[in-house]
T-cell receptor
Framework: DAGVIQSPRHEVTEMGQEVTLRCKPI?????LFWYRQTMMRGLELLIY????????DSGMPEDRFSAKMPNASFSTLKIQPSEPRDSAVYFC????????????FGEGSRLTVL | GEDVEQSLFLSVREGDSSVINCTYT??????LYWYKQEPGAGLQLLTY?????DMKQDQRLTVLLNKKDKHLSLRIADTQTGDSAIYFC???????????FGDGTTLTVKP
């Protein structure tokens, strides 16, 4: 399996622009997670899905952030409008089931908002 | 809510042992994990321990769990420069379906 695939790897945009980050989880994994990593706040869970249904979005910082999972093999995290404080590395991770809870992470999308 | 804490930095010499410590608050944690993050990459699971165990060994890695004190440690024997990375402690309550991560310990191995 190719692992969790994220795109783009790097994105530089200007404040106010819309940003869409994409994730393809490992086939057969029932859970999908979006994390944000910054120096100041460490690794923060933004939202997670189980069987394509959002379960907990309490970590989503503001209404500017939205996430969707239209099918088992694709998820998006959208920021509209983007702000400089959104600059971070955004990770997608997937998990097979509640079992051991092992998370498989993608390589991350590094977002810079100017 | 759940909280996981770890020291931020550790520096050791090549060939020495490294011990990274972690404390957690959730008494219903089912599994405890150590993840490794190399520069520019995502986190990768190193090892995990089930909450009813107190020790797990895997080659150069030894995990110790003190459930009473809610303390977890990762010992890396014969530390190599390739072990330089950020190490994250995490706990999961499988009923909750999600994991809580610490802030990560940056391990620097000096030749």
């Amino acid at each position: 399996d190719a692992g969790v695939i994220q795109s783009p790897r790097h994105e530089v945009t200007e404040m106010g622009q819309e940003v869409t980050l994409r994730c393809k989880p490992i086939s057969g994994h029932d859970y999908l997670f979006w994390y944000r990593q910054t120096m100041m706040r460490g690794l923060e869970l933004l939202i997670y899905f189980n069987n394509n249904v959002p379960i907990d979005d309490s970590g989503m910082p503001e209404d500017r952030f939205s996430a969707k999972m239209p099918n088992a093999s694709f998820s998006t995290l959208k920021i509209q409008p983007s702000e400089p404080r959104d600059s971070a590395v955004y990770f997608c991770a997937s998990s097979l089931d509640r079992g051991t809870g092992e998370l498989f992470f993608g390589e991350g999308s590094r977002l810079t908002v100017l | 809510g759940e909280d996981v804490e770890q020291s931020l930095f550790l520096s050791v010499r090549e060939g020495d042992s490294s011990v990274i410590n972690c404390t957690y608050t959730d008494s219903s944690s089912t599994y405890l994990y150590w993840y490794k993050q190399e520069p520019g990459a995502g986190l990768q699971l190193l090892t995990y321990i089930f909450s009813n165990m107190d020790m797990k060994q895997d080659q150069r890695l030894t995990v110790l769990l003190n459930k009473k004190d809610k303390h977890l440690s990762l010992r890396i024997a014969d530390t190599q420069t390739g072990d330089s990375a950020i190490y994250f402690c995490a706990e999961s309550d499988t009923n909750a379906g999600k994991s809580t991560f610490g802030d990560g310990t940056t391990l620097t191995v000096k030749p």
